[in-house]
């Protein structure tokens, strides 16, 4: 694992490729790795499991839909595709800092749904032993614990894992009732 998360990491697509085709990744097929996109939202480092990774994109033009919660930023047009924009940060309930200099839109895919997620600044991709990760993330401004995985220390920071599958199956996420 590098000493800690660097940014941009515009190369995370192709590395991505290349360990979903096994070209990098974990050393053998018994080994337990498995890999995560970093990303930082305000001070804080987040990642998720590169196996629901579709795209990183720079922030596109994004429609504001009526009537839905202000974490949810409205629509953007994926290559013909309608397809949901939340931003993870008011949806957590961190702090809004100053509007960041390179806003981007990671998209992911549960089920057949694309969502794309804006976060602060992308980092690298990281590889996680099981025994790495800690099943109490640290609390996350106001979201539950159900969204992540647990959490782990790569290099000098720590990085809380996004439970992708529960966050994008939450009611919460569309719902303007807040719990």
Known sequence: MPDSPTGPGKKNLE??????????????????????????LSKEWYALSVD???????????TRVPS????????????GEVVSAIDLKRF??????????????????????????LVD?????????PE????EPPLV???????????CRWGEVLVSIINLETLLQSEALFSLETE
């Open 121 to 129: 600044t992308i980092g690298d991709l990281m590889g996680v032993n």
């Open 15 to 40: 590395q991505v490729g290349r360990v979903r085709t096994n070209h990098i990744g974990p050393v053998s097929l018994d080994s337990p790795q498995h890999q995560y996109l970093s990303f930082r």
């Open 92 to 117: 957590f309930g961190l702090p809004r800092a100053a509007p960041h200099s390179d806003p981007t839109i990671v998209v992911v895919e549960q089920g057949e749904v694309r969502t794309g997620l």
């Open 132 to 135: 790495e990760l800690n099943e």
């Open 68 to 79: 839905v919660p202000d974490h949810v930023l409205g629509v953007m047009n994926l290559r």
């Open 141 to 151: 401004g106001g979201a539950r614990r159900s969204f992540f995985q647990g959490a």
């Open 52 to 62: 629901k990774l579709v795209e990183i994109l720079p922030l596109p033009r994004i």
